[in-house]
Antibody
Framework: QVQLVQSGAEVKKPGSSVKVSCKASGGTFSSYAISWVRQAPGQGLEWMGGIIPIFGTANYAQKFQGRVTITTDESTSTAYMELSSLRSEDTAVYYC??????????????WGQGTLVTVSS | QSALTQPASVSGSPGQSITISCTGTSSDVGSYNLVSWYQQHPGKAPKLMIYEVSKRPSGVSNRFSGSKSGNTASLTISGLQAEDEADYYCCSYAGSSTTVVFGGGTKLTVL
């Protein structure tokens, strides 16, 4: 069974960066896209970007261009999302999610448990 | 502001059917049969309910169905049950530059 296990909660100062990890198990890592989706408190889901490990190039939502970096380490089946220049509005639960089929980025069949990132001075 | 428009809330009684709409544009919902729907209970990760407009993943009840007409996709839940009470989000592929967009979410209340 596929599992995505994310790193623990973080508290960050405004202006700093955060890096969240997502370790996959139970499936073939390289050929399935990993996306990052965030959810601010009481708000909806927001797609930030995604990557297909075997290709190595990430796509980012325009809103986050220049501030987010998504990478993977195929040797450990782990994806990473780094968000820089943090502000209070970035306080949210960040989810990683796997693409539903090989090389597909448009829907997500497995999700991580979520990582709460709190940005506060 | 979310890219796809959903009603903020819908409600229905047990056994009834409800439909949640998801309106996009000709650049996303209208151009691709790549609409998916997710159910989210409080404090939990989203769960895939429908993909490619109307396909159900293994294990999802056949009470859940999806459709699309023009720029609007819909999720229908028949035979409402108490455990269906949750937030529902639509999602659409939007081309290689924008890639994926979500709706704002709809809170379903089972009366």
């Amino acid at each position: 069974q596929v599992q995505l296990v994310q790193s623990g909660a973080e508290v960050k100062k405004p202006g700093s960066s955060v890096k969240v990890s997502c370790k996959a198990s139970g499936g073939t890592f390289s050929s399935y896209a990993i996306s990052w989706v965030r959810q601010a408190p009481g708000q909806g889901l927001e797609w930030m970007g995604g990557i297909i490990p075997i290709f190595g190039t990430a796509n980012y939502a325009q809103k986050f261009q220049g501030r987010v970096t998504i990478t993977t380490d195929e040797s450990t089946s782990t994806a990473y999302m780094e968000l820089s220049s943090l502000r209070s509005e970035d306080t949210a639960v960040y989810y990683c999610a796997r693409g539903g089929e090989l090389l597909r980025l448009d829907y997500f069949d497995y999700w991580g448990q979520g990582t709460l990132v709190t940005v506060s001075s | 502001q979310s890219a796809l428009t959903q009603p903020a809330s819908v409600s229905g009684s047990p056994g009834q059917s409800i439909t949640i709409s998801c309106t996009g544009t000709s650049s996303d919902v209208g151009s691709y049969n790549l609409v998916s729907w997710y159910q989210q209970h409080p404090g939990k990760a989203p769960k895939l309910m429908i993909y490619e407009v109307s396909k159900r993943p293994s294990g999802v009840s056949n009470r859940f169905s999806g459709s699309k007409s023009g720029n609007t996709a819909s999720l229908t839940i028949s035979g409402l049950q108490a455990e269906d009470e949750a937030d529902y989000y639509c999602c659409s592929y939007a081309g290689s530059s924008t890639t994926v967009v979500f709706g704002g979410g709809t809170k379903l209340t089972v009366l």
